[in-house]
């Protein structure tokens, strides 16, 4: 749009014509090379993941992923990763599921509701929740969360709940999926609120003050206007936290309890893949072992390509309809 | 324009000095280790951290060595070493076939000896609670679920058990202490060693798993009713309240340093190739012995070339620095032992 001012012509010729482009030229070497170099990387990854895991994929196949076994006994020597997946899949879920309403709430409440006095504190703080290693919040987990969750929440769910297979009996330890589930959100958290809040910062003030003008109260506002701007980059936002939660291994891994079978009891104990392979890959016992953990991480990245892929198709088909929703936000 | 062209200028200076920073880090780190003493460099085992970290200033003077050790666990260490990228890796678990091969001309020496004490949190009810491994087994598979059950009870007659129910805490991470535990289970109950054998990680059929000591210790201090294992130094440390176990004459025995070198005594003869050694549940003739006590051992290239220097700090580790082991709760290794782990020593040619 602000090239409309000058004509192409006028604006690209004459600098083309005179300039030594040196500049052109070390962008074009810089920026090509990091992205080289990402794409290596990234390749590298892949081969030696794939490489590593060879001992595994070929005493297993296919059959692997969907096994639910671990069982390093030299004796009878049994791996599969069934279980990991399905906890994967499990906690990272719910774990979006209840961060991305509070994330979304937090972006809202710092951008458009919050007295201006405490939007800059409670934005740095929210911040800070994301540079916790996770190693601490696991250990916060297991000393802290973990007790509060099994001895106040945990029996009020079962209670209120329990003909819901999830809200079985409450966990004895504290550790167990449920507690991994809300060290996720807790987690993911920062990082969907201060994408949100970037993206609601970023809807036009015109737009807004439009809605209002027509006398909209501020909730039809945010549903009309703010949410269907911003609605293609929420949805990038919440598929970062969900890839962080898919991923993370070390804090999980504190709280989450073990535990190779697959059943509803989210109060029961479980394992990830990646909590699984952060446990174990240190001091693998046998070459299966080992090959059968890398065959874990493969499983891993690609579950996180699945996932990956099918957001960016989500991504693309929000932002087409994104027009139309805008337009009639913007009408009604 | 300006503003953007001086934020580009920030960022391309602040690479280019952290570049300068890692380049200068790498030559420094590179010169102190030539100019100064030798650095024996070692990871693994956190069981015999506390003793590794004993040595550091006596062998510093005694040979000018700069010792340093990473307590990334038995797991870590073997594969440290495996990588050369340590001179020395310990592990409470003696090595597996695979490890061995993997490792390529890796020796392995036991180096020190302790015990695995059984924790438990169990309200209103005193430190040293009887406790035997046919029960302890039942326990850990799940068959007996409440602290009132006839079997705790007809060991501890004296003292009232509440209803409560238990709860196992086991390690999550590979670790030389399931090792111990795993294997004393498996002595004491043949049906343990039918279904879940002996390892760093064994096939849990029960229980809640916590990543390191530190992890079991704390689940266990937070749950009531929590029975866990970790090595007594920890235990004692942390104030945690372990069981009396009884061996194999009928006597309950207490991980302390009698209890160990008892239970050291039963077994004083290194497997040939493996310098193994297993001392859980010693037989009868020794009433003294605490039934869960190990080995730990250090793994070495037997080429190295760092040789001259390991084989001295090594003869050093098993014969003057036993001493720094007994206020540790770590028994100086028995002469038989010693002989053979001088023997092991010699190997290790640059």
């Not at chain 1, 992205?35 to 490489?51: C, E, H, N, P, S």
């Not at chain 2, 650095?39 to 004993?54: C, E």
């Not at chain 2, 970790?230 to 209890?259: E, I």
């Not at chain 2, 782990?341 to 290790?348: C, D, G, P, S």
Request: charged residues 15%.
């Amino acid at each position: 749009m602000a090239s409309a001012e000058l004509t192409p012509d006028a604006a690209r010729r004459p600098l083309a014509g005179r300039r030594l482009r040196v500049g052109d030229l070390s962008l074009q070497l810089v920026a090509g090379t990091a992205a080289a170099l990402a794409t290596v990387l990234v390749g590298l990854i892949a081969w030696k993941v794939i490489d590593g895991a060879r001992p595994a994929l070929s005493h297993y196949g296919l059959g692997f992923v969907t096994r639910i076994a671990w069982n390093p006994d030299s004796r009878h020597e049994l791996y599969g990763a069934g279980s990991f997946l399905f906890g994967t899949a499990v906690t990272s879920l719910l774990a979006l599921l209840i961060a991305a309403p509070l994330a979304l709430g937090i972006a809202l409440y710092l951008t458009e509701l919050a007295p201006r006095f405490l939007r800059a504190p409670v934005t740095a703080l929210v911040e800070t929740l994301a540079a916790i290693p996770s190693v601490v919040i696991g250990f916060w987990g297991i000393l802290v969360l973990g007790p509060a969750l099994r001895d106040h929440v945990e029996p009020a769910l079962h209670s209120a709940l329990g003909f819901i297979p999830l809200f079985g009996t409450p966990s004895q330890t504290g550790s167990s999926i449920f507690t991994a589930i809300i060290v996720l959100a807790i987690m993911i958290l920062p990082i969907v609120s201060s994408i949100s809040r970037e993206l609601f910062l970023g809807v036009p003030r015109e737009l807004k003050e439009g809605a209002l003008a027509l006398g909209t109260t501020r909730w039809e506002m945010v549903r009309g206007v703010v949410f269907p701007y911003a609605r293609g980059g929420i949805v990038a936002a919440l598929i970062l936290g969900l890839g962080r939660a898919i991923g993370e291994a070390i804090a999980v891994t504190q709280v989450i309890g073990g535990g190779v079978f697959i059943h509803w009891n989210l109060f029961d104990g479980g394992d990830t893949l990646g909590s699984k392979i952060a446990a174990s890959y240190q001091g693998a016992t046998t070459k299966l072992q080992l090959g059968s953990l890398i065959y874990l991480a493969l499983v891993l990245l690609v579950f996180s390509l699945v996932i990956n892929a099918a957001a960016q198709w989500i991504v693309r088909r929000v932002a087409r309809r994104q027009g139309t929703g805008l337009n009639r936000g913007g009408v009604g | 324009m300006p503003k953007s062209g001086n934020f580009i200028r920030t960022i391309a200076l602040l690479s280019l000095a952290a570049v300068l920073a890692i380049v200068a880090a790498g030559t420094a780190g590179a010169t102190p280790a030539k100019k100064s003493g030798t650095t024996l460099s070692g990871a693994g085992s956190s069981f015999v951290a506390p003793l590794v970290a004993q040595w550091m200033a006596p062998i510093g003077s005694a040979y000018g060595y700069e010792l340093q050790y990473n307590p990334i666990g038995s797991g870590g260490g073997v594969a440290a070493v495996t990588a050369r990228s340590v001179d020395f890796g310990a592990s409470d678990a003696p090595l597996t076939a695979d490890q061995f091969s993997a490792c390529k001309g890796c020796v392995q020496i036991p180096w020190a000896l302790s015990a695995t004490s059984i924790i438990y949190n169990l309200d209103g009810v005193k430190n040293l609670l009887h406790m035997d491994g046919p029960t302890l087994a039942k326990i850990y598979s799940g068959q007996i679920t409440q602290w009132d059950d006839a079997a705790i009870k007809a060991l501890n007659k004296s003292v009232n058990l509440p209803s409560t129910k238990i709860a196992t805490v086991h390690r999550s991470d590979n670790s030389g202490t399931t090792y111990n535990f795993t294997d004393y289970l498996q002595t004491v109950s043949p049906a343990w060693k039918t279904q879940y054998g002996r390892g760093v990680a064994v096939n849990w059929p029960s229980g809640t798993g916590s990543r390191g000591s530190a992890g079991v210790a704390a689940t266990v201090s937070q749950t009531p009713g929590g029975i866990g294992y970790v090595d007594v130094a920890y235990a004692l440390k942390n104030h945690l309240k372990f069981f009396s176990m009884k061996n194999r004459s009928g006597k309950f025995a207490t991980p302390g340093l009698k209890g160990i070198l008892a239970a050291a005594t039963s077994d004083q003869k290194p497997e040939s190739t493996t310098n193994e050694l297993s001392i859980v549940n010693p037989p009868k003739k020794y009433p003294l012995a605490y039934p869960i006590s190990t080995y730990t051992y250090v793994i070495v290239p037997t080429s190295s070339p760092k040789a001259a220097d390991l084989r001295k700090f090594l003869f050093w580790a098993v014969t003057k620095g036993q001493a720094f082991g007994p206020k540790l709760l770590f028994q100086p290794i028995p002469k038989p032992v010693l002989v053979v782990a001088e023997k092991t020593i010699a190997k290790i040619k640059s």
